[in-house]
């Protein structure tokens, strides 16, 4: 069974640098194929893809966002970490790590697998 | 960037009868694979997203049979044969075909 779990600051100052923590289990980062990403949705909002990164390391980034956003994994300790700098009060949202797996051969499970969330107010 | 859209906005329904959303992608969303990740979720207040169908009109695991996906290319459809009161919430289809993955910017679901 996957689950992941989203970990960070409930308030963060405007211009600091916001960092969250996505810890999960049932499935390995060292694993083809599997990734781990970062969506995010901000209050009565859609949402929004940030960033993923894969288990060869591979990164991908939203334009909007890249540079702002670092993405890194620590397979050994099953977690994925996701920093934000300059944060705004518009990055004010509720933040999501999510499974996804992609072969080759076709076989996937792309966001079968979502964390509870964190809200992360950004304000003075 | 795909851009996808939602119709509608909201979508007042009577439990127990039919409810139907449509999702547009601005590109056709079929991938060098021959599949088309076309993908539906369902967030209700105060929970995480929950994966409804994937590949246009797989359900997932445990999902209800009243879900069907249908469609194809840029058109594709969310229908709900009866409407149950756990079914209300926020719909949203996204396209895992071109990164960036890209979502539609919703369809709120409510009891008339």
């Known amino acids: 069974q996957i689950t992941l779990k989203e970990s960070g600051p409930t308030l963060v100052n405007p211009t600091q640098t916001l960092t969250l923590t996505c810890a999960f289990s049932?499935?390995?980062?060292?694993?083809?194929?599997?990734?781990v990403a970062w969506i995010r949705q901000p209050p009565r909002k859609a949402l929004e893809w940030l960033a993923v990164i894969h288990w060869d390391d591979l990164k991908r980034y939203s334009a909007s966002m890249k540079n702002r956003l670092t993405i890194t994994k620590d397979a050994s300790k099953n977690q994925v970490v996701l920093t934000m700098t300059y944060v705004d009060p518009v990055d004010t949202a509720t933040y999501y790590c999510?499974?996804?797996?992609?072969?080759?051969?076709?076989?996937?499970?792309?966001?079968?697998?979502w964390g509870q969330g964190t809200l992360v107010t950004v304000s003075s | 960037d795909v851009i996808m859209t939602q119709s509608p906005v909201s979508l007042p329904v009577t439990l127990g009868q039919p409810a139907s959303i449509s999702c547009r992608s601005s590109e056709n969303l079929v991938y060098r694979d021959g599949n088309t990740y076309l993908t539906w979720f369902h967030l209700r207040p105060g929970q995480s997203p929950r994966r409804l169908i994937y590949k246009v009109s797989n359900r997932d695991s445990g999902v209800p049979d009243r879900f069907s996906g249908s469609g194809s290319g840029t058109d594709f459809t969310l229908k709900i044969s009866r409407v149950e009161a756990e079914d209300i919430g926020v719909y949203y289809c996204m396209q895992g075909t071109q990164w960036p993955f890209t979502f539609g910017p919703g369809t709120k679901v409510d009891v008339k």
């Open positions: 049932g499935f390995s980062l060292t694993t083809s194929g599997v990734g």
């Open positions: 999510a499974h996804y797996y992609y072969d080759n051969s076709g076989d996937s499970a792309i966001f079968d697998s």
